[in-house]
C-alpha cells in the first residue's frame, strides 16, 4: 500500500478529484457536504492499473484549517498537488507549497483541476516553476477535470510511477503512529487512526502512549481486519488503554524514541521565509539555565539586532499530527533552542515545521523547517554557553545549506554529548557504530582518550599528595573524572596503572616519605638485634609509626605485618618456622615463646600467622606442630 496526500488551495477540486478517482466520499462530516468545503481529514481508496493499493488523506485548503492539514501532510511520504485552472496560483497554493518545502517532501504529482472551464496551460506553467523552486522540480504534472472525467486515467497511471519512486520503508524499523483520529466503537472500545510509515504492528504488541503502556486489540486497513500490519499503510489499531488518546499524540515501540519538551534544531527558511518577514537569529547569549524556557524578551520577536525583528518568540511546532506551542531561544547562527509545551517522541534529524499563528491573514504564516540536532540538550547556565553550543553542533553535525543540515548519527551525537549508553542512542534515532567502552556505554574516541590521559594524572597526583595512601580510591576517580559508572574508571585503567582492592595504583614500587622511612629504618635496627620482640603501640608511636604509616611500610614491603599492631621485619615469619622445626613435635605456645625470645602478645598472633601460611599447624587447644622439615 501507498499513501497519498492531497494539498493546494481551499475549493480547487481536491476532494473532488479523490472522489473521482476512488469513488469514495472522502468528506465525512454532515456540514461538510452541506457547505461543500473540507473541514477534517477525509480517507478514501483505491486500486491502481499497476495493482498497488492507493490511499489518500484528503486536507482542508482553507486558511482556517491550516494546522488540519499538517495533521494529515506531515506523515504522508508523498502529495498530491492540485491546483484548478480557472483560478490558478492562489493564496494557500503558496502557504501549502511553503509547508510542504519545510517539512521536507520531495515526492509528489501536480494535477491541474477543471481543465474543461480554462485553458490549463497558465496554471501549469506557474504551478510548475513555483514547485521547482521548493524542490519539486521533478514532479509530473497533468490537466484533469473531476467532472468530466477528464484526464483522469492518465492520473491513475502517473500515481502509479509516482508511488513506485517512493523509498522503500523498513519493516524493522521502529513504530511512530501519529493518531489523526480517535473514536469509540460499539464492542470494541478505543480505536485510533493515522498513516504508518514504516515498521510493523501486530495484534497483541505492547506500545507506549505518552499516558502509559497500550495493547493492540485489533487492526485495520482500508476497512480490513489484519492481524498485522507494516509502513507504509493507512491504519486503524483498536486499544486497550487506560485513557482516550488524542489527536497529536503517537503510538510508540517501548523505548524506541526519546520523548523530550526541550531540542536544539537547526532552522531551514523555506521560500517565503523573506516575504515573512523571517530573519536569522541571532544568538541570545546571557547566563542563565537554558533549560527554562523563559530566556525569550516577552511575548514579542527574538531580538535580531536591537531593532529590526527576528524569529517570533512563541511558535508553533508541528510534526506528524502534533501541533505544540513552543519558546524560541536563538543559540547562534541557524541553531536555536525550542522548548515545547509537551513532551514529543521524537528522533535527531527528525524536521518540525515552524508556524506563527498569530500572524496576520493573508501572510504565510510558516516560517521555516527545523532539523532536529538534539533531543537531549544540555543545561547552559553560563554566559557564552549558548554561542559555544551552537559552534558545538555546527561543528558535529556540518550545515547542510539551504536545507537544514546534515542528519546526525551516532558519532555526532557522541561528539557532542561524549558518553551515551547504546539504548540512549538507539532512543535517540543512532544505532551505535562502535563497539561499547564498558558495558552498554559508547564514548567519543577522543574524549575517551582525553579521559584515560586524565587518569592517568590524577592517580600520579593522589600519589605524590596522599604518599601514605595504598591509591586513588576507584569512587574517588569516578568523581575527579565526572563518570556516571565506576565501572568506566575500571574500562580506563592501563599499565602501569593497576587496581587492587578497590584502588588504583601506578603499579610500580612506591617509596616512603623520607620521615616514614627513618622510622622504618629506625625500628629495623631494634628488631634486628631482637627480631621477634614486635614493639608495642607506645613504642612505635614514639617512632613517629601510626596505623598509616606502618601501612604504607607493610605495601612497600619495608615490614611484615603479622597482627594489628604486630609488625616485624620481611621474614621473619619464614625464620620463626625453622627456629621452630629444631623443637621437640609437638610444642607449645610457652615453648615457641621462649624459643624465639618474644613476648606472648607477640606469640600468639605470630603461630596464628604460620598457621594461616601453612608453616605451622595447630593439633589441639595447646599444642602445634612444623609442616617444613627441620632446617638450620
Not at 454532515?30 to 489518500?56: C, D, K, N, Q
Not at 500490519?229 to 487506560?242: D, F, I, S
Not at 522548548?339 to 521524537?346: E, G, V
Not at 567519543?444 to 600519589?463: I, K, N, T
Amino acid at each position: 500500500m501507498h499513501v497519498v496526500a492531497t494539498a493546494g488551495h481551499v475549493d480547487h477540486g481536491k476532494s473532488t478529484l479523490v472522489r473521482a478517482l476512488t469513488g469514495m466520499e472522502p468528506d465525512r462530516l454532515a456540514e461538510e457536504r452541506r457547505r461543500g468545503l473540507t473541514i477534517e481529514l477525509g480517507y478514501a481508496w483505491t486500486t491502481l492499473p499497476s495493482g498497488e493499493r492507493l490511499a489518500f488523506v484528503d486536507v482542508p485548503g482553507h486558511e482556517r484549517f491550516l494546522a488540519t492539514m499538517l495533521a494529515g501532510v506531515g506523515p504522508a511520504p508523498a502529495v498530491m498537488f492540485v491546483v484548478a485552472a480557472d483560478e490558478g496560483w492562489m493564496p494557500q497554493s503558496e502557504e501549502h507549497l511553503v509547508a510542504l518545502e519545510a517539512l521536507g517532501v520531495r515526492h509528489g504529482l501536480l494535477a491541474v483541476t477543471r481543465a474543461d472551464l480554462a485553458d490549463p496551460a497558465p496554471a501549469l506553467e506557474r504551478a510548475r516553476a513555483r514547485l521547482a523552486a521548493a524542490g519539486l522540480d521533478r514532479v509530473e504534472a497533468l490537466a484533469v477535470s473531476g467532472r468530466t472525467g477528464q484526464g483522469l486515467d492518465e492520473l491513475r497511471r502517473a500515481l502509479g510511477r509516482m508511488v513506485a519512486g517512493l523509498p522503500t520503508p523498513d519493516p524493522g524499523a521502529p513504530v511512530r503512529l501519529w493518531v489523526d483520529r480517535v473514536f469509540t466503537a460499539r464492542g470494541s472500545g478505543t480505536v485510533v487512526t493515522g498513516t504508518l510509515p514504516a515498521g510493523r504492528i501486530g495484534v497483541g504488541d505492547e506500545l507506549e502512549l505518552p499516558e502509559g503502556p497500550v495493547r493492540v486489540r485489533g487492526l485495520e486497513s482500508l476497512k480490513e481486519p489484519l492481524t498485522s500490519v507494516t509502513g507504509v499503510a493507512r491504519v486503524a489499531v483498536n486499544l486497550r488503554a487506560r485513557s482516550v488518546p488524542e489527536r497529536g499524540q503517537a503510538l510508540v515501540t517501548p523505548g524506541a524514541w526519546t520523548f523530550t519538551d526541550l531540542v536544539d534544531v537547526r532552522l531551514s527558511p523555506v521560500g517565503a521565509g523573506d516575504r515573512a518577514g523571517w530573519r536569522e537569529p541571532v544568538s541570545e547569549d546571557r547566563a542563565g539555565d537554558g533549560r527554562s524556557g523563559r530566556r525569550g524578551p516577552g511575548p514579542g520577536r527574538v531580538p535580531e539586532d536591537g531593532n529590526e525583528p527576528g524569529l517570533p518568540a512563541r511558535l508553533t511546532a508541528h510534526i506528524g499530527s502534533a501541533a505544540v506551542v513552543c519558546a524560541v531561544r536563538p543559540l547562534g547562527g541557524r541553531i536555536v533552542r525550542l522548548r515545547l509545551a509537551r513532551p514529543l517522541p521524537l528522533h535527531v534529524g527528525d524536521v518540525l515545521l515552524l508556524r506563527d499563528p498569530g500572524r496576520d491573514r493573508g501572510g504565510v504564516r510558516v516560517l521555516a523547517g527545523a532539523s532536529v540536532l538534539d533531543v537531549r540538550p544540555p543545561a547552559l547556565r553560563r554566559r557564552g554557553a549558548a554561542r559555544e553550543r551552537a559552534a558545538e553542533l555546527a561543528a558535529a553535525v556540518p550545515d547542510g545549506g539551504a536545507s537544514a543540515g546534515a542528519v546526525p548519527d551516532a558519532a555526532s551525537l557522541l561528539r557532542t554529548h561524549r558518553l551515551l549508553r547504546g539504548d540512549d542512542l538507539l532512543a535517540m534515532g543512532c544505532a551505535p557504530a562502535a563497539a561499547p567502552v564498558c558495558g552498554d556505554w559508547h564514548a567519543d574516541p577522543a574524549y575517551w582518550s582525553r579521559l584515560g590521559e586524565r587518569l592517568a594524572e590524577v592517580v600520579a597526583r593522589h600519589a605524590a599528595e596522599c604518599p601514605l595512601e595504598p591509591g586513588l580510591p576507584v569512587e574517588a576517580a569516578r568523581h575527579e573524572l565526572d563518570l556516571p559508572d565506576r565501572r568506566l574508571v575500571l574500562a580506563l585503567v592501563r599499565p602501569p596503572l593497576t587496581v587492587a582492592d578497590g584502588r588504583i595504583g601506578s603499579g610500580g614500587p612506591q617509596g616512603l616519605p623520607a620521615p616514614v622511612a627513618g622510622a622504618v629504618e629506625r625500628l629495623g635496627s631494634e628488631l634486628s638485634a631482637s627480631p621477634f620482640l614486635a614493639p608495642d603501640a607506645g613504642r612505635l608511636a614514639e617512632l613517629g609509626l601510626g596505623p598509616r604509616e606502618l601501612a604504607a611500610a607493610v605495601r612497600a614491603g619495608m615490614l611484615l605485618r603479622v597482627a594489628e599492631g604486630i609488625v616485624l621485619l620481611p621474614g621473619s615469619d619464614l625464620r620463626a618456622a625453622r627456629l621452630l622445626a629444631r623443637l621437640p613435635q609437638p610444642f607449645t605456645v610457652s615453648q615457641a615463646r621462649q624459643a624465639l625470645d618474644t613476648s606472648r602478645r607477640v606469640a600468639v598472633p605470630l603461630l596464628e600467622h604460620l598457621d594461616r601460611r601453612g608453616l605451622t599447624e595447630r593439633l589441639n587447644q595447646t599444642h602445634r606442630r612444623c609442616r617444613t622439615p627441620s632446617s638450620g
